[in-house]
C-alpha cells in the first residue's frame, strides 16, 4: 500500500525464486547458493530497479554495472498529464487516456481507474490509476501489460551496500558499460578465462 516497485521480467522472477527459498530471512544462503539462478534469470539489459513511494512521490533507483551496485534517487516527477476521451481495455480493465510530454518525447498513457494504484511502467506515474499501457509518439518505448495478477508477497527493498550516486552519472557509466563490457573488466582486474579451457587468459 505504500510502495510500487518496476523491474524487468528477470528480476522479477529471480525475486520469485528467492522468496520460494526464503532467501530474505535466511542468513546461510551464500552467492554460490544462488548462483545457478543469477545465471538463468539473467538481465541482459541491466535496467535498474524502481521503487516509487506512493505517499511523497520519490523515486529510488537500485542498478548494477557489471559487479558494483548503485543507488541514486530524484524527487517526485510532474509529468503535467492532459486528459483525453480515448478509451482502451487492457487486460480486461477499461481505459481511460492521458497524453504528457516528458524529457523530449510526447507520451500516450491509458490507465485503469479500477486499479486505484497511482502508478505505472518505469517512472509513469500520477495519474488517477494504474498505467497499463503507455507507449511515446514514434513507439520506440512501449509498455503494454500482458498480466495482471494479485502478488502473494509485499515489496522487498534488498541493501546490495551500494554505492550512492546521481542519475546523470549513473546513465552515463551504463550507456559506457555497455559500449564496452571488456574494458570494464580488464579496469576490475578480474582475469576473463575460458570456461573449461586450459586456464589461458581470454584476449578477445
Request: with cysteine.
Amino acid at each position: 500500500k505504500r510502495y510500487a516497485k518496476s523491474v524487468s521480467y528477470a528480476r522479477f522472477q529471480q525475486d520469485s525464486v528467492f522468496t520460494s527459498l526464503n532467501y530474505y530471512t535466511r542468513e546461510d544462503l551464500t552467492y554460490k547458493d544462488l548462483e545457478p539462478y543469477f545465471r538463468k534469470y539473467n538481465d541482459p539489459i541491466g535496467l535498474p530497479e524502481i521503487i516509487k513511494d506512493l505517499g511523497n512521490g520519490n523515486l529510488e533507483y537500485q542498478g548494477k554495472i557489471f559487479i558494483d551496485h548503485y543507488i541514486y534517487e530524484e524527487p517526485k516527477l510532474d509529468f503535467g498529464w492532459t486528459l483525453t476521451d480515448d478509451t482502451l481495455t487492457v487486460c480486461g480493465h477499461p481505459c481511460h487516456g492521458a497524453t504528457a510530454t516528458f524529457r523530449g518525447r510526447v507520451w500516450k498513457a491509458w490507465y485503469a481507474d479500477d486499479i486505484a494504484v497511482s502508478s505505472g511502467p518505469w517512472k509513469f506515474s500520477g495519474l488517477s490509476g494504474l498505467i497499463l499501457q503507455i507507449e511515446d509518439s514514434k513507439r520506440e518505448h512501449v509498455f503494454r501489460a500482458v498480466s495482471v495478477r494479485k502478488g502473494k508477497s509485499n515489496i522487498k527493498k534488498v541493501d546490495y551496500r551500494d554505492f550512492k550516486t546521481n542519475r546523470v552519472w549513473f546513465n552515463k557509466a551504463l550507456k559506457e558499460y555497455r559500449m564496452n563490457p571488456h574494458g570494464a573488466v580488464e579496469a576490475s582486474g578480474i582475469e576473463v578465462r575460458e570456461i573449461g579451457g586450459n586456464g589461458t587468459d581470454r584476449k578477445s
